[in-house]
């Protein structure tokens, strides 16, 4: 080698030496544009073209990845709305003329919550009914329903959500507390499986002692066996007929409220599984894709991820619509597959036990579907290629649905299917290891803890509570993939709380946690929060974590959630889609 070629190759040496230093100094040394500088000095002296330049280098961050075989970086290069790449210091070769850089001061960041299991449109109707989740008497159940009355036009159904009857001592609303002669009145339960109706509404829906129970609902009677307005399960179908529809604009405005909702709360998708309630309507549903979905992804309102779900009633309309378009609409859109109820709630004793209520010992709960129809029109859902999910609280329903699917997965054969179980809330003895082995996907609400645990004592026992409800724990030891959710309107759409309730399981109101041996780790939540919400809903490849080629959705926290405590809350700071600001404290 030549005097001058030693020399070049030693120039090309320090270039690149200079190079690295670029890369790998810590990003808060140097103001976004003198970097910029400095890469580009860096390029120029090196002749490097580089590769795809990036819209947006993010730097200066705690990011936690949650993919396993890059756990951590310091940036991210977008474009396009995707990851380019994810390094300890700015990537170089990802800087282009037009690259805008933004520092997020050290902040940490995880890949963007989804929400596993939400009631997204009716949700976003709800926030504008009547609130009465932070009722604890009779008589401010009733002025809240009718003080609701005294500004509308004589006629129109004054609707209120979730009441918990347990937050004023257990006795259940009865018509005659919310009676009012020119307006038809109900209000729901928080976890919408049981209403209650004033007299004015269950004369239109046709109520009277002479109604029979429908298959799947209780009509709540009297001494004397007359309505008393409580309706659960399928027996509010007949009250849910009776009450005008919101138009097309209403829907649509609820979807664009319920977006903005979540984006501050650092939600960025969400598995919506639609205004379903057991026994009601299958159409409706259906409706809000044609009305609302379709509409918004078409131009260009959607803000949110949705994966949609779909009555299990229907699964031959969903089938043909998923055969002519496919399952992913577009990034925004997917229709994932359908869902059927097992059984009901906790709260409305209607979840299905194999042992009968403490507090009634006739009861075992409420069989809200044959269990012979949710087998066979799952298998024939199945074969047309649909995601199966059935909503299951009890031990016995969810023992139910995991026998309906290993019978599905025996019958048709081996697949991708992702079977679901919405809630896995109370499970027998067997359960837990049952889930893992069928590979079976929990999808459950930490954060309904917080309120069940207080019931659960008096509903099933204490003893039996502790060994058979909310076994993440057990679950994630089996195997078993767990998504996590808040099942909006039933708790609020803040993964940061479900996180809080995942990780300390600390019952509202009280200092210590409930059945401490089933605490999972924040990274354990977390991953339920994103990976493995993403992966219950077949969309993996494109969210749920921050890796190269999926999209840029992330969440800016005030505090690093795998060492804060939860003493306090943290906070969203800012929420990224592709790569764009949604949403921003300041």
């Known amino acids: 080698m030549g005097r001058k070629d030693r020399q070049l190759c030693c120039q090309m040496k320090l270039m690149v030496a200079v190079g690295v230093l670029i890369i790998f100094l810590p990003s808060w040394l140097f103001a976004p544009e003198t970097y910029r500088e400095l890469a580009r000095f860096f390029m120029r002296r090196t002749g490097w073209k580089g590769g795809q330049a990036a819209d947006v280098l993010f730097v200066n961050a705690t990011i936690w990845t949650g993919d396993v075989r890059q756990p951590w970086a310091h940036s991210m290069a977008v474009a396009n709305g995707r990851i380019l790449s994810l390094g300890d210091s700015p990537e170089v070769l990802a800087i282009g003329r037009d690259t805008k850089i933004v520092d997020l001061e050290g902040k940490f960041v995880t890949p963007g919550f989804i929400d596993s299991h939400t009631h997204f449109i009716s949700g976003g109707l709800q926030m504008d009914y009547v609130q009465l989740e932070t009722v604890t008497s009779r008589a401010d159940f009733t002025n809240r329903l009718k003080l609701a009355t005294e500004s509308v036009e004589k006629g129109k159904w004054i609707i209120g959500v979730n009441w918990n009857h347990e937050s004023w001592g257990g006795e259940l609303p009865e018509a005659s507390w919310i009676d009012a002669p020119n307006h038809p009145v109900v209000a729901c339960r928080v976890d919408g499986h049981m209403c209650v109706a004033n007299s004015f509404a269950l004369a239109l829906a046709d109520i009277h002692r002479g109604t029979v129970n429908p298959e799947g609902g209780t009509i709540v009677r009297d001494h004397k066996g007359d309505p008393t307005g409580a309706l659960v399960d399928t027996a509010l179908t007949r009250v849910v007929k009776c009450i005008p529809q919101p138009s097309v604009e209403e829907r649509r405005s609820a979807y664009q409220k319920a977006s903005e909702l979540a984006l501050s709360n650092g ?251 089933e605490l999972i780790s924040i990274e354990a939540a977390l991953k339920g929060y994103t990976w493995g919400s993403a992966y219950a809903c077949f969309r993996d490849a494109q969210v749920g974590t921050l890796s190269p080629t999926k999209f840029a959705d992330f969440v800016v926290l005030s505090d690093n959630l795998l060492t804060h405590h939860f003493s306090t809350t943290p906070s969203v700071l800012a929420t990224y889609v592709a790569g764009e600001r949604v949403y921003s404290v300041s």
């Open 267 to 517: 939600v960025t998708s969400v598995v919506d599984f639609g205004r379903i309630t057991p026994g009601g309507p299958p159409e409706q549903p259906w409706d809000d894709l044609n009305d609302v979905y379709l509409w918004a992804d078409s131009t260009g309102h959607m803000k949110v991820r949705v994966t949609a779900y779909y009555p299990l009633q229907i699964w031959s309309t969903v089938a043909a619509f998923v055969k002519q378009r496919g399952h992913d609409v577009s990034q925004w859109l997917r229709v994932g597959g359908v869902k059927a109820f097992a059984d009901g709630s906790l709260g409305s004793q209607t979840a299905l036990f194999h042992q009968a209520y403490a507090d009634d010992e006739s009861n075992f709960g409420l069989q809200v579907a044959d269990p012979d129809w949710i087998l066979e029109t799952a298998l024939s859902a199945d074969e047309a290629n649909l995601q199966i999910a059935v909503h299951a609280i009890g031990d016995a329903a969810n023992d139910q649905v995991l026998s309906i699917f290993e019978t599905v997965k025996s019958r048709n054969g081996p697949r991708d299917r992702r079977l679901r179980i919405e809630h896995a809330q109370h499970l027998s003895a067997k359960a837990p290891k049952r889930f893992g082995s069928e590979n079976i996907i929990a999808s459950m609400q930490p954060d309904h803890l917080r309120d069940d645990a207080l019931i659960a004592a008096k509903r099933i026992r204490e003893e039996r509570a502790m060994q058979s409800s909310f076994l993440t724990k057990s679950l994630l030891s089996n195997g078993t993939v767990i998504a996590l959710g808040s099942d909006w309107t039933v708790a609020p759409l803040e993964p940061l709380l479900g996180l809080q309730a995942a990780t300390t399981r600390i019952p509202r109101g009280e200092s210590r946690p409930w059945n401490s041996e």
